[in-house]
């Protein structure tokens, strides 16, 4: 694994939890670790405030980056990015970050997460219904395709950075997402933690020339910068270490200080 690493370069982590949300570590235990590793770049990304059971409230959101101000001056030889993972929350591609709390943030990462309620009931018996059905039986195109019509909203409307762990609970069609995403320099997560992509999501993905990023999103200290299984998957579809945004040989513009 450490030669993917190597081949990667792998320099930042982009996707970490802490005690705000539902992880273990405290931000400065999640940035001490990040500078165990030798990393360059660590973000703490903890939950949107619509996510019902581990969201993280907008007054504490704001706590955390004061936080990351004062341990950035603690701690200057790591960069740490303060930020949010963000819920996509209903078919027009709503998410649940107002624009003065992200000028606050460096980073912004959304994903599908199950405990949130959309703004209408249409989302509820569309989107959330499609991911409780995933369960009982395949998704139907129709499904497909009002899913992956809702995070293209998403990715045009708001200046969200990252995708996190796409095909999570919510399946996709990978190659449409990934072919907006190019298109507005949004990066597309390959999840450590998740697995539930198939070959034809991961061939559907990397088609496009979108960005990527691998992160832990790791929800205790010790998972930080563990990327194994996303590595494996790059290196299996020969995927390009210069659209890896936590690599060296990538360049990305985050969009919050836009
Ligand atoms: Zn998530
Ligand atoms: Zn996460």
Not at 53 to 77: C, H, M, T
């Amino acid at each position: 694994m450490e030669n993917l690493k190597n081949k990667y370069d792998i320099i930042a982590d982009y996707h970490t939890h802490t005690v705000y949300s539902h992880g273990k570590g405290t931000v400065e235990e999640n940035v001490l670790k990040a500078i165990e590793l030798g990393l360059k770049t660590i973000a703490i990304t903890d939950h949107g405030p619509h996510h019902f059971i581990y969201g993280v409230s907008e007054d504490n959101l704001f706590k955390q980056a004061k936080e990351v101000i004062s341990l950035r001056e603690k701690y200057p030889n790591i960069n740490i990015l303060t930020g949010v993972e963000a819920n996509i929350k209903g078919l027009g591609g709503e998410y649940d970050i107002r624009e003065d709390m992200r000028h606050e943030l460096d980073i912004v990462l959304c994903g599908f997460h199950k405990p949130v309620w959309g703004d209408k009931m249409s989302d509820y018996t569309n989107l959330f219904f499609n991911s409780y059905s995933k369960l009982l039986y395949k998704p139907t195109k129709n499904q497909i395709k009002k899913n992956t019509s809702a995070y293209i909203s998403l990715i045009k409307k708001q200046p969200i950075d990252i995708i996190s762990h796409i095909g999570y609970h919510l399946a996709v069609d990978t190659s449409e997402v990934a072919k907006a995403a190019y298109d507005h320099g949004v990066a597309i997560e390959v999840s450590t933690r998740h697995d539930d992509c198939t070959p034809a999501d991961y061939e559907g993905l990397f088609a496009s020339k979108c960005m990527i990023t691998v992160n832990s999103d790791a929800h205790k200290v010790e998972s930080i910068g563990v990327i194994d299984r996303a590595l494996k998957v790059l290196d299996e579809y020969s995927v390009d270490p210069a659209r890896v945004i936590n690599s060296s040989y990538c360049h990305f513009d985050f969009k919050c200080k836009k």
